[in-house]
């Protein structure tokens, strides 16, 4: 809203607002040597922002090949610290989807065999170097670490806004354009809808979901 980013210390129960900053998405990841970096997605070509905990300095990413984009979604980095995002590949706008290592080196996986620029609707990343993603096309893909899968199209024709994948493959995906949520069974692949009409789902429009440790 205008507002900026804002940082809450529950040490000393005071919060800090940085002007200029936030708009977009969030993700905190990990430095190798302590502390963390949280990045900033600004929109359009102005890039990314990255705010470094240990000099409390922002650094900003220009606009040119090769450098961040944007994050891509609500959870963008997996438990190694690797933080996915979009990343410019032209001086048109193009952007492809990419992943940075904690030490600020990019590791460039594959990219789904579907279009050599592919749109990514929503990404949940977790393990080491292992994401699922809904394309633009609708469909479900999954990278472990070396290749991608397709799981096929997802049930939807309305936005997907988050996403997450249980210990037994079970994926878990919700929308704002759509009623509740959709449950992917790890074992047979069959989708399961969620709604207030057939299970009380509390609200139709749902844009983030987690799975707790149970």
């Keep these: 809203g ?29 430095k190798p040597s ?11 070509t102005n890039g990314m922002t990255r705010w470094n905990s240990s000099t409390g300095a922002w650094t900003s990413f220009p606009f040119a090949a090769g450098q961040p984009a944007a994050l891509v979604s ?32 990019w590791i460039t996986p594959p990219l789904p065999p579907l279009h050599p620029q592919v749109p990514v609707a929503a990404l949940r990343a977790f393990g080491t170097l292992q994401a699922i993603f809904v394309d633009g096309f609708g469909h479900l893909q999954r990278f472990d670490g070396r290749s991608w899968t397709d799981l096929g199209p997802i049930p939807s024709s309305g936005f997907i806004d988050d996403l997450e994948v249980a210990a037994d493959g079970t994926i878990w995906l919700c929308g704002s354009s759509e009623g509740g949520a959709f449950r992917r069974d790890g074992a047979t692949g069959q989708w399961q809808r969620y709604r207030i009409t057939n299970t009380s789902q509390f609200d139709s429009f749902n844009n983030d979901l987690t799975i707790d440790p149970a």
């Design 2 to 30: 205008g507002g900026g980013l804002t940082r809450y210390n529950p040490a000393t129960n005071t919060w800090t607002n940085f002007n200029g900053h936030g708009g977009g998405k969030i993700a905190a990841q990990a």
């Design 34 to 44: 302590g502390g963390y970096y949280l990045w900033s997605s600004i929109g359009g």
């Design 74 to 105: 609500l959870d963008s980095v997996d438990d190694a610290g690797n933080v996915w995002m979009m990343r410019w590949v032209g001086i048109q706008g193009q952007q492809t989807l990419d992943c940075m290592r904690p030490d600020g080196t």
